[in-house]
């Protein structure tokens, strides 16, 4: 079964960190362009970074990575604001410019990200 397994969400306060990871299985993570999607209350969801491109909005702050040995993707957040409140998903696409517009052939389930006082 071809999935993603998100992990590493939760609260946290404003100016803190957290480290989202996503485990591919059933397939490898090198055959397609990986990238991170967030969606907030009542927006649309959002491309925010793959492996050379990051959104304005989390420039500086957030840092994509992968293992290949783990197949494993992670997003490093730092300095989190209330406005990173959202659900962020990890996707797979065939190429990074199918993945930024959104032409997603594997999705993971998502996980919560709170930012709040």
């Known amino acids: 079964q071809v999935q993603f397994v998100e992990s590493g969400g939760g609260l946290v306060q404003p100016g803190g960190s957290l480290r989202l990871s996503c485990a591919a299985s059933?397939?490898?993570?090198?055959?397609?362009?990986i990238g991170w999607f967030r969606q907030a209350p009542g927006k649309e969801r959002e491309h925010i970074a793959s492996l050379i491109w990051y959104a304005d909005s989390v420039k500086g702050r957030f840092t994509f990575s992968m293992d290949n040995a783990k197949n494993t993707v992670y997003l490093q957040m730092n300095s989190l604001k209330t406005e990173d409140t959202a659900v962020y998903y990890c996707?797979?696409?065939?190429?990074?410019?199918?993945?930024?517009?959104?032409?997603?052939?594997?999705w993971g389930q998502g996980t919560q990200v709170t930012v709040s006082s």
């Open positions: 059933g397939f490898t993570s090198d055959v397609y362009a």
């Open positions: 996707a797979a696409a065939a190429n990074p410019d199918a993945l930024h517009q959104g032409t997603i052939d594997i």
